[in-house]
């Protein structure tokens, strides 16, 4: 199998290309021609996966994980967490550490040692991952449940349906109609399990994930494959007899393409699982933020309470910050952009986007009438290293532009942040 690992935003052709980047990389013809007409369909969803530029070029967008395309070509998209050149090994790490923390993931053998060792597609960490899960399970015994049967029986089995027995025409009085109950693991969860195991399965291209899947598709040959996964996850038991289950449901929710926490993030399609790395960097400074917070700071997501103008009787545009935060008096605004920036390049304002700057300004209007603070986090790199200097949107706003460690999941000058974030500005308003 041909793997090719680049980063977000990287461009592909078909001809040769100089080795040792990841942002330039050759892919078969047939590769190519397929990526084109996902282009096609992915732009009529509203979800462009690549963009074409001429008839030998082609650049991603901005999703991350595996693409596998028909031919067997595996596209690993990396995100592009630095400047410059960086090595498959820390991006992949990266990507791994944010996914456990966005996602909740119950991940085993989750220290740095084991991540620096990996050395496979993010795909087969989360192939690796629930087959550890699903082997400590296995180990710890499947929950099996009874199940009514009704059948036409020669012996006398259970109990005896009297009035469907006494119907029996002539000559079918030697059968019993009986009802008894079969105890067997024919259950929601398991059936679940096992889909997803087959999926891994067929999926997988790592040696030993291949034999682990099999391994325990021979021990689980019993189990049957679910027919309705959406329904037999809402009837999924979160009782205390299936506590033991609850690690399993997250990588379950994952692989069957289920789980949804945010907006079009994780699609597996065929072998491809992918997420737009803005929603991802989302997700993982919300986790950051909860963790930051004191117990009675109340971090609210998307919230929708109110719209930029009015018309008569309608509002219209409404706002939608990433976070608001919400402290005893004070409230703070925080956006989450999944961008690069440079703090010495003041000519071109360090990179910031002016359409961000016109967001949070009306934000602050309507959230913070006018008076408080706001935020805007980005990835930490070591050209941004410290908070950049606050910008005055006049009238009482006072907006700071925050560095996110990826690696710690901290916001650096933790002191700084704290001491605005709790301090209530005058006038403020929840």
Request: glycine residues 6%; neutral net charge.
């Amino acid at each position: 199998m041909n793997t090719v690992s680049v980063r977000e935003h990287a461009r592909l052709t078909t001809g040769p290309v100089p080795g040792g980047s990841l942002d330039v990389a050759s892919v078969p013809v047939s590769a190519f021609d397929w990526l084109c007409q996902e282009a096609q369909r992915y732009r009529t969803t509203g979800a462009p996966l690549v963009r074409i530029e001429g008839r030998h070029w082609l650049r991603l967008d901005n999703y991350v994980g595996v693409l596998e395309t028909p031919c067997g070509t595996r596209i690993e998209i990396l995100p592009k967490h630095v400047h410059g050149e960086s090595d498959v090994a820390s991006a992949r790490r990266v990507l791994i550490r944010m996914l456990q923390v966005a996602l909740h993931l119950p991940v085993r053998d989750s220290g740095p040692t084991v991540l620096q060792t990996f050395n496979a597609p993010v795909s087969e960490w989360i192939i690796q991952q629930f087959l550890k899960e699903l082997d400590a399970l296995v180990r710890r015994g499947l929950r099996f449940d009874y199940r009514p049967v009704e059948e036409e029986t020669r012996f006398l089995r259970g109990r005896l349906l009297l009035a469907r027995q006494l119907r029996q025409p002539a000559g079918r009085q030697h059968l019993f109609q009986i009802e008894h109950q079969v105890f067997e693991p024919d259950r929601p969860e398991n059936r679940l399990i096992a889909s997803a195991l087959a999926k891994v399965a067929a999926a997988t291209r790592d040696p030993e994930n291949w034999r682990r899947a099999h391994e325990l598709e021979h021990q689980l040959v019993e189990l049957p494959r679910s027919r309705d996964i959406a329904g037999d996850f809402r009837r999924w038991s979160s009782d205390r007899l299936m506590s033991h289950y609850a690690a399993i449901r997250s990588w379950c929710e994952l692989i069957l393409g289920d789980r949804n926490p945010m907006s079009a993030m994780g699609q597996w399609t065929g072998r491809s699982l992918l997420f737009p790395m803005e929603k991802v960097f989302e997700a993982y400074v919300e986790t950051c933020l909860q963790r930051m917070l004191p117990p009675d700071a109340r971090l609210r997501t998307q919230a929708a309470s109110h719209y930029l103008c009015r018309q008569g009787d309608r509002r219209l545009f409404q706002l939608r910050p990433d976070f608001l935060i919400e402290h005893e008096n004070s409230v703070w605004v925080v956006d989450a952009k999944w961008k690069l920036l440079d703090a010495a390049d003041t000519q071109n304002q360090y990179g910031l986007s002016q359409g961000d700057f016109y967001q949070l300004f009306a934000y602050g209007r309507r959230y913070l009438r006018g008076n408080g603070r706001l935020a805007l986090v980005f990835p930490e790199t070591c050209r941004f290293e410290k908070p950049l200097e606050t910008f005055d949107l006049e009238d009482g706003m006072l907006l700071d532009v925050l560095p996110l460690d990826l690696e710690s999941g901290r916001i650096r000058e933790a002191g700084f942040f704290n001491h605005h974030l709790f301090c209530p500005p005058v006038n403020s308003a929840a």
